[in-house]
């Protein structure tokens, strides 16, 4: 019976390299940290709307995940709670876009999931 892993060569002397013009100071000065809005940011958001699940550690070393909507390269957080209330207004309701506000920081945030006409 052949090894599977026989046929898998290793290539570490390869290395690919790039020229252009940019150096580490105009990567730094054009540097912008990409990290997630929320929809609280956006004016409305749609049933349609693709939703995404980014994940993650953190700094403890614990797993994390969120979901997220992308607009022009922007994520945007979904929070589960927004996503429940979203549920519960499309069971009783054919509304198909809404308006996300929030109120309160960190943990103690609550949202409200506006439906609009």
Excluded: C
Aim: aromatic share 8%.
């Amino acid at each position: 019976m052949e090894n599977i892993f026989d046929e898998i060569k290793e290539d570490t002397d390869t290395v690919t390299e790039f020229e252009n013009d940019t150096t580490l100071s105009d990567v730094a000065t054009n540097y912008v940290e990409k990290k997630a809005l929320n929809v609280v940011d956006l004016d409305e958001i749609n049933t349609k709307d693709k939703v995404l699940t980014h994940s993650g550690i953190d700094t403890t070393g614990k797993p994390y995940e969120y979901k997220y909507i992308l607009r022009e390269d922007i994520r945007y957080r979904v929070p589960i709670s927004v996503i429940i209330q979203i549920k519960a207004l499309m069971e009783s309701s054919d509304v198909t876009t809404f308006k996300v506000t929030a109120k309160g920081e960190g943990m103690r945030k609550r949202y409200t999931t506006i439906p609009l006409v």
